[in-house]
């Protein structure tokens, strides 16, 4: 299966193509600018590879959360190729995929609990655990610190994301469970091809009417004191 993952929801800009068992990336950390770096990024790995957009399967993209803007551009980019080639997209969370590059470095752990910082004191979290399909995303929302969701009694648990370096308290309430962290890990679109290719065996590639952004704040100027879940 041959498939391109796009991902700019956060400062790490990454295009990757998975064909088989061969997987190409790039991948920049940039405050600004990934429209302008993340098409480049794709014509190269084409090159590379030595095929063109219609010799791909599917294109897949971070869906979100993350920055508004970002997640925005990975958007629209996925949309626009999917238009010009017939293409099905495959829209994946940009937690699931840090969690399951996360559980991918800490074997030890049977679950991740990931957290990115989204500001106004909130974050956004993502709980996954391990499973025959690699992975399993049980939730995400958006939450200040002192209301995400815990994994389960007895669970051994890796952290990951900029969250964890922006509120440390979360991993008080962790204590035996942690086994692993990786606050400076951020999603990338290596990680979301991987997941695309489970995903659209499944069924769910959708045309470019179809794909949205998952933001979980809709209103920018309050802010929660709980989670929200998706």
């Not at 508004?68 to 017939?86: C, M, N």
Request: net charge negative.
């Amino acid at each position: 299966m041959r498939i391109l993952a796009l991902d700019t929801a956060t400062e790490a800009c990454s295009a990757a193509l998975l064909d088989g068992e061969t997987l190409l990336t790039r991948s920049e950390l940039v405050v600004r600018g990934h429209a302008e770096r993340l098409l480049p990024m794709v014509d190269e790995l084409l090159r590379e590879r030595g095929i063109d957009l219609a010799a791909l399967d599917a294109i897949a993209f971070g869906r979100g959360p993350g920055a508004f803007t970002g997640v925005r551009i990975a958007v629209s980019i996925a949309q626009g190729l999917s238009l010009g080639t017939g293409l099905p997209l495959v829209p994946v969370s940009d937690l699931w995929a840090l969690a399951a590059a996360s559980l991918v470095r800490s074997p030890a752990a049977d679950h991740a609990l990931v957290c990115l910082d989204a500001r106004m004191g909130e974050v956004y979290w993502g709980l996954a655990c391990r499973s025959d399909a690699d992975s399993t995303l049980l939730g995400e929302g958006l939450a200040v610190p002192d209301a995400v969701p815990e994994p389960p009694i007895g669970a051994r648990v890796v952290a990951a994301g900029h969250g964890w370096s922006a509120y440390p308290r979360l991993a008080d309430r962790l204590g035996k469970r942690l086994v692993g962290s990786w606050p400076e890990l951020l999603p990338d679109a290596g990680t979301i091809a991987r997941l695309a290719v489970g995903e659209l065996r499944l069924g769910r590639g959708v045309g470019p009417e179809a794909a949205e952004p998952v933001y979980l704040r809709n209103d920018v100027a309050t802010r929660s004191g709980g989670a929200r879940r998706t």
